[in-house]
Nanobody, 120 residues
């Protein structure tokens, strides 16, 4: 199983970006999918999570600005980021709880990360 993230880049303060992450490989089902971020010198932190039923959870620092969504048919999770601030600069990682076949345990997987830089 692999998670491939894309969509990062350089954007000015107040701008927007949309991140995508596709899960591929042997997949039976996916439970939670989410985004985390890590800035230099800081620990990785949760940004947002979306459950299989589209229930969501957000970190306080992104509420009202970021929206997480998923397409179960495409095994894809998205993060729409608006009103970006310089402090949003970080490497963004996707994460998912995946069951590879019926009856097996759920395992947690990480994507490779995509850099988001917010600067004028």
């Amino acid at each position: 199983v692999q998670l491939q993230a894309s969509g990062g880049g350089l954007v000015q303060p107040g701008g927007s970006l949309r991140l995508s992450c596709v899960a591929s490989g042997r997949i039976f089902s996916i439970d939670n999918m989410g985004w985390y971020r890590q800035s230099p010198g800081k620990q990785r932190e949760l940004v947002a999570i979306v459950g299989r039923g589209a229930d969501t959870e957000y970190a306080d620092f992104v509420k009202g600005r970021f929206t997480i969504s998923r397409d179960n048919a495409k095994n894809t999770v998205y993060l729409e980021m608006n009103s970006l601030k310089p402090e949003d600069t970080a490497v963004y990682f996707c994460n998912a709880d995946i069951r590879r076949s019926f009856g097996t345990i759920m395992a947690n997987y990480w994507g490779q990360g995509t850099q988001v830089t917010v600067s004028s």
